[in-house]
């Protein structure tokens, strides 16, 4: 589980967020003027890496939040079954399973290769090569 922190300010759309123990990709960021006495504040809106969910935070600029470090590796696909498949790293040659990501599900194939983003303990096959 590999993350380090980050002000919300320096953040922009395409980046990565932890929200509520949940690794998510930030979609919008919204950010409202300073009151009289008062700091900017920014709502961010991003999408769960995994099951695509909307989730929405507001926080002032210079707040810290959690940034995951995501691992992206080739691994070959030893067999699928429904949405998980079981796969072996390129690198360390160990077997796991992983899920599918639901825009890549019908081209995974066994014995091709693909990449998998380890996300906060999590292997998600995300492309094919």
């Not at 409202?32 to 991003?46: C, E, L, N, Q, W």
């Not at 899920?99 to 998998?116: C, L």
Request: net charge positive.
């Amino acid at each position: 589980m590999a993350n380090k922190l980050e002000d919300v300010g320096s953040l922009k759309p395409g980046r990565f967020i932890i929200i509520d123990g949940v690794a998510c990709q930030i979609v919008e960021m919204q950010r409202s003027s300073p009151g009289k006495h008062g700091h900017a504040k920014y709502r961010v809106t991003a999408l769960d890496l995994i099951t695509g969910a909307k989730k929405v935070i507001i926080k002032t600029g210079h707040a810290a939040v959690e940034v995951p470090i995501i691992e992206k590796k080739a691994a070959q696909v030893l067999s699928i079954t429904g949405k998980i498949a079981q796969i072996m790293d390129m690198q360390s040659y160990e077997t796991f399973d992983a899920e599918i990501a639901p825009d890549v599900k019908g081209k995974v194939e066994a014995n091709k290769e693909v990449i998998y983003w380890d996300i906060l303990g999590r292997k998600l096959v995300k492309q094919t090569k």
